[in-house]
């Protein structure tokens, strides 16, 4: 048995993220396992501080056109397999799941589509959201410990963002989107953070940069960590790191004993 920690942060350009503190937060918070969403970049773009950061194996799945989406996993155990995607050319191509396989779980590090302020990206982010939930039902039937972190790009309940009226009509809260949480709440995860604190109120990882919302804790809780229930009595301990900047998400995490 060991104790662990894995953090997700979106970290909006981790090249950006680099300039104001990343590897000092490394240093500091020790996670075994980070996983990052929206790193806007490919390894050889990166400085060679984050292509390989002491300690840590790097793992990157990026978009194909630069500069946008992409996710990355550093990690101090070397998962035994790797894989970007999920064999569908039209999510691949934009870079948002990175898989890493250990010996006793699996870690799914996704970037979920936004919709689009018009709309206009909904559908693929429906589309996306019903071909993960299919691998993840796949490997539930194999009897994997699972864990899904990331931007999942939607705020579940009322309770998880600051303004649900103003906001219901709004992609990222539409009566729709929530139904896919439900949706792989059912099929046998679990939202660890809600797990844990099912009323804690103010507990967002994502706020407007335009109308400084971060100063005032206007914010939606869009970045999660769910768990397959085999997976559930092991984490002990869940958390939003809200007290951490660099981007205009947060970090959230679990330590967990497997």
Not at 6 to 25: D, I, M, T
Request: proline share 3%; net charge positive.
């Amino acid at each position: 048995m060991k104790k662990r920690t894995l953090y997700s942060w979106n970290v909006n350009g981790l090249r950006a993220v680099h300039k104001k503190g990343f590897l000092e937060w490394m240093q500091k918070a020790q996670p075994d396992i980070v996983c990052l969403q929206e790193i806007k970049s490919h390894r050889e773009q990166l400085p060679e501080s984050l292509q390989e950061i002491k300690g840590y194996s790097s793992h990157f799945c990026s978009a194909q056109r630069k500069g946008y989406s992409g996710v990355a996993i550093y990690s101090k155990e070397q998962p035994f397999s790797l894989q970007c995607g999920f064999g569908i050319e039209r999510f691949d191509e934009e870079g948002r799941v990175l898989i890493a396989e250990y010996e006793k779980f699996v870690v799914y590090n996704v970037y979920v589509p936004n919709g689009g302020r018009d709309f206009g990206r909904l559908q693929y982010k429906y589309d996306f959201y019903a071909a993960f939930l299919k691998q993840l039902k796949n490997d539930r039937k194999k009897g994997k410990r699972i864990i899904v972190c990331g931007d999942i790009n939607t705020a579940h309940q009322e309770i998880d963002l600051a303004r649900p009226k103003e906001n219901v009509k709004h992609t990222g809260f539409l009566p729709e989107e929530r139904i896919w949480i439900d949706r792989y709440l059912q099929a046998g995860f679990v939202d660890t953070f809600r797990d844990r604190y099912p009323n804690k109120k103010d507990q967002y990882s994502w706020w407007d940069v335009k109308t400084r919302a971060r100063e005032r804790n206007v914010g939606w809780r869009l970045d999660y960590v769910f768990v397959s229930k085999n997976l559930q009595k092991q984490v002990t301990q869940a958390c939003i790191e809200q007290d951490v900047s660099g981007s205009d998400h947060c970090p959230v995490g679990i330590t967990f004993i497997i």
